[in-house]
């Protein structure tokens, strides 16, 4: 029955995406470009023609997306504008719109200790909360550290970025789930993510406990969403290396993105040439 009733909930979601939001046709403010193409190396593989369609959806993400500086951080269009490009990056070529569940995001200046609840038993020792560069919160807030963002963004080669990472849990949540199976275009779709997903994420536990050295960060085995979530970072900022590693999972990732980033490197980077 529980099964029966996350089918039909995803049904009516699938249903409330199909209407899609036309883009602004306002002026794209003149600093973006210059300074997204400073900021966010990754923008820069990309065609103009998407490049256009990238400063549409963040004008978009920002008018519905409040984004919040905390710890006496104070807020600049460059705090704004990085963070609103990596996450509509995701975004690019899907309808819009997504992330119905994102309320809000918070940035501090650097890592966060966060304020969680724990269960307390008798005798039972709470370990402390350590200091996090990122999270997202089924209740639609994701928290940021702007110092890692600055550095997961202009190393855009690394496997590693806070905001792709946190905003692929927000992908994963509009189902009200973190589980690793975002919002899919059909039924069908849903099986096949589910089998291969498993299938790659069991593959990945074992060679992460073997200490094998993977092109997936090793947290991807915490959990099939932080799989999922590793995964998209790797996608978009290592594509050669996960395509020829895990190719049926780069696969999987570029239907569900409808983008392929290998094919938007030069001829000697996408053939993985040193």
């Known amino acids: 029955m529980n099964r029966l009733i996350q089918a039909f909930r995803k049904l009516l979601l699938r249903l409330s995406f199909a209407t899609r939001v036309r883009l602004p046709t306002d002026p794209i403010p003149r600093a973006w470009p210059e300074r997204v193409a400073r900021q966010v190396p990754l923008v820069a593989r990309l065609s103009p023609a998407d490049q256009d369609r990238l ?6 993400f920002l008018k519905e997306v409040p984004i919040e500086a905390c710890a006496e951080l104070e807020l600049s269009e460059e705090i704004r504008v990085t963070i609103a490009a990596q996450a509509c990056l995701l975004l690019l070529k899907m309808p819009y719109p997504r992330y119905n569940r ?5 940035v501090y200046p650097s890592d966060f200790v966060p304020k969680t609840v724990g269960l307390h038993r008798s005798g ?15 209740s639609g807030v994701v928290i940021l550290g702007w110092d890692a963002v600055q550095r997961d963004t202009l190393a ?13 849990h927000m992908l994963d949540a509009e189902d009200g789930t973190f589980d690793g199976v975002p919002l899919l275009d059909s039924g069908s779709a849903y099986r096949t993510w589910a089998a291969l ?25 915490e959990s099939r969403a932080e799989f999922f979530a590793v995964a998209t970072e790797a996608f978009f900022e290592k594509p050669v290396e996960l395509r020829e590693d895990q190719p049926r999972l780069y696969a999987l990732l570029v239907d569900f993105f409808k983008l392929d980033p290998a094919s938007l ?4 980077d996408a053939n993985g040439a040193a």
């Open 55 to 60: 400063y549409r959806l963040m004008q978009l």
């Open 102 to 106: 994102v309320r809000r995001v918070l």
């Open 124 to 138: 039972q020792l709470v370990p402390p909360d350590l200091p996090a560069r990122g999270q997202a919160w089924q």
């Open 156 to 168: 855009a080669t690394d496997g590693h970025n806070v905001v792709l990472h946190e905003f692929a």
């Open 197 to 221: 997903l498993s299938a790659q994420f069991a593959e990945h536990v074992t060679r992460a406990e073997m200490g094998e050295l993977t092109i997936l960060d090793p947290y991807g085995a």
């Open 265 to 268: 490197l030069p001829p000697a």
